[in-house]
Every structure is written in C-alpha cells, then in structure tokens.
C-alpha cells in the first residue's frame, strides 16, 4: 500500500485525532486492505479521574504537555530575560523581537542534527505491506512491566479514517462514555448477564467484563467481529479478576431472527440462545445511531428481545450528538439524534404490547476513567423493559398500532415478522 487516499465520504473519529499521546502503532492489513492499528488506552486511578461535574469538562492532556495557563509564559521570560526593561510601575515585562517590517519574530528551539558514533540510527518510516505475526509477538512480548503487573491499560485493535459502513472498526466517545458509566456503577452490573448491540471494537464489552457475569459481544461482519474477538483476547488479563466470559457473536438488527447455523463463524448455539432469553438483564449499546434504518432497526431488535424476556430488563444506549450544516435545510441539523428521539419518546406507547417501557436521560457527571474530551453533546439513555402479566398482556395480532400516533418506524416494530421469534425455554 504505497498511498493512503481519502476520500469524500471518509470518517475519522474525534478519539484519534485529540488523543496525540495515545500510542497508535499500525500492526496489520485486514482482510480488505485496511491499515490496522493497536492502541493503548489507561484506565485513571483514583487520583488521575477527572471531575465532570461540569459537561464538557474531558480531554485535559494539554496540560499535561504545554504545562498550566498560568506556567505558560515562563520559558519566554527565561530566554529573553535579558531583554526585560523596568515599567513605569516598576514591574518586569517581556519585550517581542520584531522583525524589519514590525511582525513577531518567532524564536524556534533549535533542533540538534545527529552526530556520529552516538550509536543512534536514523529511524525512516515505512508502511506494513503484509501481516507479521513475529513482529506481533514480539510487541507483546516486550510490553512494559507496568502493563503487565496492573490491569489499568486496554489494547485496542482498530482501524482509522474509514467509509460510513465501517464505522464500527474505530473507537468513538461514546463508547469511553459508557464504559465510565460501567465503571463508575460496577455494582448494577456485577454477575449479570449482558448482551451489547453493535459492540464495534469491543471496547464497551471488555469494560463489561470486568464485573459481569456473561457478556454477549454482538455485530455483524466477518472481518469487523473477527477484530473484536482478537481484542477480547488481547485483555483477557482484565477480566481474569471477575470470571467473566466475553462472547462475539453476530447479531443483525434487519434480520428478525439469531444465526444458528453452525457453519456461519460467529453463529449461536442453542444453549446460547436459551442463556441469552432466560437470563439477560442488562442490553447496552454505544454510538450506533448514525443512520435511520440502522436506527430503526436497533429499535425493533429491542423491542422484540424484550418481549421475549421473561423479567425486567435495563437497556443503556450512550450517543454522541452530531450537528451537520444541511442543504436541505440551509442551517446547522442533527437529523440522525432527531430521529432517534422521536423513536425513543414513543417507546412509552407501546405498553399494551408484550411490555411496558419506561425512558429516562441519565446526568453524565459521573467519574472519567478514560482519557477523551467529555463534550456537552454526549448523552446517555437509560430503557427499562418490565414484562406486563399474561392477563394484560396482548398478542401481535390484537395489537392495532394504528390506533395510536406512532413513528412509522415504530408502527414496524410492531409487525408481526419483527417480534415473532419464540426464545429457547431451558
């Protein structure tokens, strides 16, 4: 791969661009001729988290390099210290080096070029053409001794800049946000069973796992979820402590019904099935809501997996609300967050179907665990599915959705190919 093109509708995730000390260290080409990196990420102890008691509060690592505000100027005053002259109150100030012409004349520190016999080579970048399964061996094998004594740092395999469909081979905000939440609650989701929607990289899950019980990794794509069953493996020492197993399977939200076939790689097995209906209390997703069929999909695989659960079941969906400068409308939109609004307030409607569903936005002022720039614009949503009694609850074919004012997306939930799939009893 000699050039990287970009092209009109390719997407990079604001986590890879304000992260510039995060380390991305390219290690493959996946099945599609991708770049694919490895990154680390530090979950903050106890003195590092930062306080988000206001929203927008995150990404604080320009300090860590440029030093405090206040600290800023003091190299300036050190080098040009002799060039101070005394105020008429008496005070030191800096005086600018001008050019001729009168503009700032910036001085750069100066660079030392590489001197002979230091024994340093030349370091000359070169782009992977092809996966080396010995140099992943040894990056692994030379890790430093803190990540390997404390279970405070994630790896990450994913890709950068890629096309609108695969969007879920990179890590995005909403993710960190949600994996915060989990590790700010540990207690709401300690020996449950978990089943995440459209997991993308993993990331969330492998948060999950550091306290569940059980946790089903779902997506849809061979060579997206072979990626997130390598991270699960690659941190596998962070959920050693809890006992907790991490599954990638595939879910699709526009199929009505789990892959069973033993043939397909990532496919259910029957145990697995009746595991995921009779025990499931937790359902999470993070930032899948970018497109309004996939939107209305993720709705229609909530309501039918809910049905199907015989207890209460809590869904978490985090999402990052993204504004987009429209034609159509001449001014600044969010046509997808709109859309899955107007989905998520009818939930509440549909309580004279096989549940009740009752929705709540969350305060996201909880502790950060995760280095990124928690911006105003994130949410967090939390679902409660309570089964009605068999008295009250009525069948598919009794329910006349059009009777009620519903999104059409909604009224399609409703139909009977969507939420006729019978769950394994065990």
Known sequence: MDHITFHYDTVLSDVHMLLPCTRHLMTRL???????????????????????????EGLKEAEEFNGPREDRGKDLKTTQGEDEDEDEGGEGTVRPFL???????????????????????????IILKQ??????????????????????????????????????K????????????????????????????GAGTGL???????????????????DLLS?????????????????????????????????????VDFSWTEEEVA????????????????DDDLTDGLFRTLYRLCSNLPHTCTVFISLEKRMNFTLRHMDVSCEAYDHFSHCLSQLPDLENGQCTFRVEQLPVNFAQ??????????????????????????????????????????????????????????
């Open 170 to 197: 990179q890590v995005w905000r909403g993710a960190f946000l949600l994996a915060d939440f989990i590790l700010s609650e540990p207690a709401l989701f300690r020996g449950a069973t978990v089943l995440e929607l």
């Open 30 to 56: 996946n099945r599609v001729g991708q770049p694919v990196f490895i990154s680390k990420f530090k979950i903050l102890s106890d003195g590092e988290r930062h306080d988000n008691s206001d929203a927008g």
């Open 369 to 426: 665990f995760l280095l990124y720039e928690r911006i105003e614009q994130l949410e967090l949503w939390k679902v409660t599915a309570t089964p009605l009694p068999l008295d009250r609850a009525q069948t598919d074919s009794e329910l006349n959705s059009s009777e009620l004012d519903l999104h059409p997306s909604v009224k399609t939930i409703l139909s009977p190919e969507f939420s006729n799939e019978a769950p394994v009893k065990s």
């Open 227 to 263: 990626m997130c069953k390598r991270n699960v493996m690659l941190n596998k020492h962070m959920m050693e402590p809890s006992g907790a197993e991490v599954r990638v399977r595939q879910l699709d939200w526009l199929q009505h019904d789990l892959c069973r076939d033993s043939d």
């Open 275 to 290: 595991d995921l209906y009779n025990n499931t209390s937790v359902i999470i997703a993070a930032d899948v809501c970018y």
């Open 131 to 168: 996966s080396n399964p010995v140099l992943g061996q040894e990056e692994e094998n030379t890790d430093d001794e803190a990540e390997k004594c404390f279970n405070n740092f994630i790896k990450i395999e994913h890709t950068m800049a890629t096309p609108l469909e695969d969007v879920g």
């Open 204 to 222: 969330t899950s492998i948060i999950m796992g550091t306290t569940a019980k059980m946790v089903y990794c779902t997506d849809v794509g061979e």
């Open 99 to 125: 050019d001729e012409d009168g503009d700032l004349d910036v001085t750069h520190r100066p660079r030392k070029n590489p001197v002979e016999g230091t024994g340093r080579d030349l370091v000359c970048p």
